[in-house]
């Protein structure tokens, strides 16, 4: 008999300890997922914001020629050049996912954990940017389609225009390869 009651003790401790580690999962997801969702929604808040103060036009036309203005090319830099320090944390942060990534490929468990750690702290980089990016533009009082636009004549047509020749240094320096995927998410 007193082996039936050690057994039953062990198994009803094995059991809760079991349930504890379900509830802190359950806890600790709640609580991440409560924290990015108050971040998207900051970012939403800031793009409502942005879109109210810059689009209601209806969105932007490119200029005849589809060049900017000069002062329109400034701006965007300065825009740019404000965003810096987030664009070289989110460049940092992408990096150090990228490589606890290739390690988990041939990790174990505790690279896993790793990646999945460093993939949690990545999100609310990214949301954080893209709320100071469309603060900044709000600031700067340009829309997102003006950015946009601007943004891939600059860093996607393949080369550089005529108009941003003066400014290619600036350009490139407020240019992160890391990073171009996400700078464009509205």
């Given amino acids: ?8 003790l062990g198994l009803g401790i094995g059991c809760g300890f079991a349930l504890l580690i379900v ?16 971040e998207y929604k900051e970012v939403t808040d800031s793009e409502k914001a942005l879109l109210a103060a810059t ?12 060049i ?4 329109r090319i400034e701006v965007f830099l300065a825009v740019r050049e404000d ?4 664009r070289r944390t989110m460049a940092t942060a992408s990096s150090q996912f990228a490589e606890d990534r290739d390690r988990q ?8 954990v790793k990646l999945l750690d460093t993939g949690s702290d990545l999100m609310p980089i990214y ?4 709320t100071a990016r469309n603060q900044t533009l709000l600031a700067h009082e340009m ?21 941003f020749e003066p400014y290619r240094d600036r350009l490139a320096a407020a240019f992160d390869a890391e990073v171009d995927p996400v700078e464009l998410i509205f």
């Fill in 1 to 8: 008999m007193a082996m039936g009651r050690k057994k039953k």
């Fill in 83 to 86: 965003l810096d320090s987030w």
């Fill in 23 to 38: 509830v802190g999962i359950f806890g600790v997801a709640n609580w991440y997922s409560g924290r990015i969702n108050q």
């Fill in 143 to 163: 829309g997102p389609g003006e950015y946009a636009y601007i943004y891939r004549l600059v860093y996607r047509s393949g080369s550089i225009a005529e108009a």
């Fill in 55 to 66: 689009e209601g036009d209806g969105g932007y036309s490119p200029p005849s020629g589809g």
């Fill in 127 to 130: 949301a954080g940017f893209w």
């Fill in 105 to 112: 490929r041939t990790g174990g468990l505790k690279d896993l």
């Fill in 68 to 71: 900017p203005a000069v002062e």
